[in-house]
């Protein structure tokens, strides 16, 4: 399923929640359209909506009907480098909280669910299956343990699936084998877990997380945020940075890959060349797709705590 154009009916009419058949049986375009995107594809921004309040730090966006959803972790104490390494870890997990915030397509906030437990606070990239948002929450430092939640958007209910050890840093379901893919702080390592029925455990998640991984083999954008495509294929977004010695001025490049959930591999990869006025490139934090009829359309959330959403159509 393309959610940008099942969950909004493309312009974003009707409620968005679809039954689990129409999710994932329903054909989309999206993937086909961002398949011909290229490094000369022209972006044209057609508005921006300033989010009220403190967005803290987002990690995913959804766009369902009349609403967006970011989920986003308000940071009270950052983690602090540990040399050397404290029982495995590279620093501490600091303290902080973990939100899905819910936004009218004003910027106007409408609803704010906590999630996480303890030092698990730090909410990643997150995705909309038709019915239920599925984010991940971990802690803040790698190689280290998350909660996988599914979310009911019209009630704001949070239910946790199960944990797993690793940090999971994004989230997002296969409608079409009803699986869960996660990819790992700095997405280095892929995760699948095959769901039951009622969508409320995984086999795999008493697994140790070395037997389950598989390697990112791309390596020129770390992903941020992701979308299911249908066609198990996922739309990843994210962005690096580069700089030609360590005390020059780095500079940061972002872009989508569509990845081949089976093989692991990019199918198509696409540098995004859009920066907000704070220099960060739009594909730095929240990102969400959507088919339109004349070709698709865009919403970036790339800055921290003043931010807005960022809105881009491109023709296909």
Not at 96 to 103: I, M, S, T, Y
Not at 213 to 230: K, T
Request: net charge negative.
């Amino acid at each position: 399923m393309a959610h940008g154009l099942t969950a909004c009916g493309g312009d974003g009419g009707g409620n968005g929640v679809m039954s689990e058949a129409t999710a994932a049986t329903r054909p989309s375009p999206l993937g086909a359209q961002l398949k011909q995107f290229n490094a000369s594809t022209v972006w044209t921004k057609v508005g921006e909506t300033r989010l009220a309040g403190a967005a803290y730090h987002p990690q995913g966006l959804v766009r369902i009907g009349d609403a967006y959803y970011v989920s986003t972790v308000e940071i009270l104490t950052s983690p602090t480098k540990l040399d050397p390494l404290v029982d495995g870890y590279d620093r501490t997990p600091g303290t902080g909280k973990g939100h899905v915030l819910k936004f009218d397509l004003n910027g106007n906030l409408l609803a704010d669910l906590q999630i996480g437990e303890g030092t698990i606070y730090h909410p990643g990239g997150m995705d909309f299956d038709g019915t239920h948002l599925w984010v991940p929450v971990a802690e803040y430092r790698p190689d280290s343990r998350a909660l996988l939640y599914k979310i009911d958007p019209a009630a704001m209910r949070a239910t946790q699936v199960f944990g797993f050890g690793d940090h999971i840093g994004g989230l997002s379901r296969n409608t079409d084998d009803n699986s869960l893919h996660g990819i790992s702080w700095g997405s280095r390592r892929f995760y699948r877990f095959s769901l039951d029925a009622r969508q409320t455990g995984s086999p795999e998640a008493l697994v140790p997380p070395k037997d389950l991984r598989r390697l990112n083999h791309a390596f020129y954008v770390d992903y941020q945020d992701n979308q299911y495509l249908g066609n198990h294929e996922m739309l990843y977004t994210g962005l690096t940075s580069f700089a030609a010695t360590s005390n020059s001025n780095a500079f940061a490049l972002g872009g989508f890959e569509i990845v081949n959930l089976e093989t692991g591999l990019p199918v198509h990869q696409v540098p995004v060349k859009l920066w907000a006025a704070s220099r960060r490139p739009m594909t730095t934090n929240a990102t969400w797709f959507e088919s339109i009829a004349t070709g698709v359309r865009a919403h970036f959330v790339p800055d921290d705590d003043v931010a807005s959403v960022h809105i881009y159509e491109v023709t296909v």
